[in-house]
């Protein structure tokens, strides 16, 4: 406690600028939540009426990140994002993302797994793994902490992140990079957009690669090298009726490499053991919108196909103490190959009248998944997976729209199948809020919300190798209760929210005593009783300079999630998952903090951002214990648990404009300091981030002359 105190203390001097009260201009000296977010109610609308707590991570914070992913900016946003398999960055084996506590276990490779929902403008991609969307073409970030089932369904009991990318307007604007950094890394990006007669057009591609990093141990370490991360965007519109469009929008990331399974100290004794990976994600969405002459009645339809493929080659290192374990396989070598396709419809309609506003909507999703193992003898495991759900959202204005009131609720069918047995479950999730100005600048606010998450095919029907059936499992379910308010008055912007959550049939694996035919024990799923979470989550900023009259901004912030309760309720079947402190919901940060100073002075084109990211201590298994291994290479065998984390991350970022060209362009010099302080640790236990690094390239920006204004 006393650490967490002391790091408070040493952040309340700073203040946040991307936490969920959202950016302004500088103009006046009170200004209103008009901020425009499409992720709370579905349709555009402005802060000032959404009474959840929402986050925007603007284009600026994803230009000044240190990192090429999503992973790494939503770390420096103050969020608990983990990649396992080695690299801490730019590779996509496995990366996910944690809001309030709920997110995805290290074995989610699909959506369904998630209990933290990634979109793409707001629907779904097939993929819980956020490093596998690209930075190229991305125009911002909304995050809605807490369950947004209400909105989009199953799997968004912690909350979602809306990927929102670029839409072309005006000129023809462009934007090319080019660097390198330790390690080789390398880095190309490309972005262009605009608007031509009724055509807009955007499009962004990235990609990068390095060779085996070193930690902050001062060790080479093996096999966490990334051949090649790609990522493609493209979003295409044809503008008609002055209020139409007809959309196209493709998206691709993939991703070529080595991964290790291994700990730092075990992966330097047994370097050969390693996977190599090839992980790829598309999606493709067809879309119609428009809105009546009036403005009151809009409508959206859309639908998406979506593919994931996680294919991976491991190889074991005589020397490694799980060498043992895989000669027992009928080859050397263990490789899987999971696939899965998924379709998904949106229909939606919105009537927005000046005192109320109500959106009904329809939707479908089908997910069928295929996965072939180097154990399933040539047989592959094949799921299906299809959602039905309506939904009816509305909003109450009154007091000229100072007083906001908003209510959902949605109905959900969910059948799965592994063509052999079937799982049928309906849920019903409601939500109710209250937004309250009394005055321009302030805004309080409560919301109740409830999310849900059913089991996937592994744990309902079993994986083949570690899994039984668990036929009897029942969803998980969250509700929530939250309290905030948001405050934007002259150069000062705060938010702060307090949140209780009870968590329900949490899904775990026991024991069982049934052999598996190679090694080991079966293990089978069941519903713990589950866990009580609470929080508070601040945000605070404050331009100093610009307050004090200067033409150049320089602003300390802060962003944190203080998790006040995280305790575990304990059934019978989880007698094996009890912790040294009961009290600590395991893989749940005590304290997640992000904080720093920004600069920027358009005059003579330079910012700069230094950005100090603390993650705190959690319960977490430690997979790597000697004991644990020999325990399991011959029975059943329950990883001890060993508290994790207590350090923090610092990046520099700066960027100088060395070339200008009128009003044709300019070029830009970036560069930046990864781990400046060269912390030897790892948000997974055993798995170390890498040390210190650095990386230096060149952006240019460009545009036409020619002013071209997008059709409205």
Do not use: C
Not at 74 to 84: D, I, L
Not at 348 to 361: I, N
Not at 544 to 551: K, L, V, Y
Not at 584 to 601: E, I, Q, R, V, W
């Amino acid at each position: 406690m006393h650490r967490i105190i002391a790091s408070l203390a040493v952040a309340a001097v700073f203040s946040v600028t991307f936490g969920s009260a959202p950016s302004y201009s500088q103009e006046g000296t009170e200004r209103s939540f008009d901020t425009i977010v499409v992720s709370a109610g579905r349709h555009a609308e402005a802060t000032r009426e959404v009474t959840s707590n929402i986050t925007v991570i603007d284009s600026e914070a994803i230009e000044r990140t240190v990192g090429t992913t999503l992973q790494a900016l939503m770390v420096e946003q103050g969020f608990q994002a983990y990649t396992f398999g080695g690299s801490d960055y730019g590779n996509a084996a496995s990366s996910l993302i944690y809001i309030r506590g709920y997110g995805q276990s290290s074995m989610a490779y699909s959506e369904i797994n998630a209990m933290s929902l990634i979109l793409l403008n707001g629907h779904r991609t097939n993929n819980s793994y956020i490093n596998m969307v690209p930075l190229a073409n991305i125009e911002r970030v909304e995050v809605i902490r807490g369950p947004a089932a209400v909105q989009y369904g199953a799997s968004a009991l912690g909350g979602i992140v809306n990927v929102i990318t670029k839409r072309g307007e005006g000129p023809l604007t462009g934007s090319v990079e080019a660097g390198f950094g330790s390690w080789s890394k390398r880095t190309g990006m490309l972005g262009l957009s605009g608007v031509t007669g009724p055509l807009d057009f955007s499009f962004g591609m990235s990609s990068s690669g390095y060779d085996d990093y070193h930690t902050g141990h001062g060790h080479v370490y093996p096999h966490t090298k990334v051949d090649n991360t790609t990522g493609y965007d493209i979003d295409l519109g044809i503008n008609f009726l002055d209020t139409q469009r007809i959309g196209l929008h493709l998206n691709y990331g993939g991703v070529n490499g080595e991964v290790t399974g291994q700990s730092e100290a075990i992966q330097l004794t047994a370097p050969n053991s390693y996977s190599r990976v090839h992980n790829y994600a598309y999606n493709g969405t067809i879309s119609y919108e428009g809105s009546a002459n009036d403005g009151h009645l809009s409508w959206l339809t859309n639908y998406t196909y979506a593919r994931s493929s996680m294919r991976m080659q491991s190889f074991t290192d005589p020397n490694d103490v799980w060498g043992a374990w895989g000669a027992l396989y009928p080859i050397p070598s263990y490789w899987n190959d999971n696939r899965s396709d998924m379709d998904q419809f949106q229909v939606q309609m919105t009537y927005d009248h000046p005192y109320f506003s109500l959106t009904p909507g329809f939707e479908s999703v089908k997910y069928e998944g295929n996965s072939l193992t180097s154990y399933s003898n040539g047989v592959k495991s094949k799921t299906r997976f299809k959602n039905y759900a309506a939904f009816l959202l509305a909003k109450l204005r009154l007091l000229d729209g100072d007083l906001i009131f908003s209510a959902g609720g949605r109905y959900d069918k969910v059948e799965e199948t592994n063509y052999q047995t079937t799982y049928n479950k309906s849920k019903f999730t409601p939500s109710f809020g209250v937004a309250y100005s009394p005055v321009s600048f302030l805004k309080l606010r409560a919301n109740y919300s409830e999310g849900f998450s059913v089991p996937n095919a592994d744990q309902l029907f079993g994986d083949g190798s570690s899994y039984l059936p668990s036929p009897d499992l029942v969803p998980q379910e969250n509700k929530t209760i939250e309290f905030g308010l948001d405050v934007s008055y002259d150069f000062f912007e705060g938010s702060a929210t307090y949140f209780i959550s009870d968590f329900k049939n949490k899904f775990i694996g026991v024991p069982t005593n049934i052999p598996r035919p190679y090694s080991g024990m079966y293990n089978i799923f069941r519903n713990l009783d589950g866990a009580a979470l609470a929080g508070l989550e601040l945000s605070l900023s404050y331009d100093i300079a610009r307050a004090m009259g200067q033409n150049f901004s320089l602003k300390p912030y802060l962003n944190l999630t203080w998790m006040t309760k995280r305790e575990n309720k304990v059934g019978t079947a989880a007698v094996s998952y009890v912790i040294p402190d009961p009290s600590a919901l395991p893989y749940t940060p005590d304290l997640l903090m992000s904080y720093g100073l920004t600069f920027d002075y358009p005059d003579i084109g330079l910012n700069a951002n230094i950005n100090a990211s603390y993650f705190g201590k959690s319960y977490v298994n430690d997979w790597y214990d000697l004991d644990y291994i020999a325990a399991a290479l011959v029975g059943s065998a329950t990883a001890p648990w060993i508290e994790h984390g207590g350090f923090t991350v610092v990046n520099l970022s700066v960027t100088k404009r060395v070339l200008d060209f009128g009003g044709h362009g300019h070029l830009d010099f970036k560069g930046q300091v990864g781990n400046l302080f060269d912390a030897a640790e790892g948000y997974a236990a055993g798995i170390t981030i890498p040390g210190r690094n650095f990386y230096a390239g060149l952006v240019y920006n460009f545009w036409s002359s020619e002013r071209r204004v997008p059709m409205s």
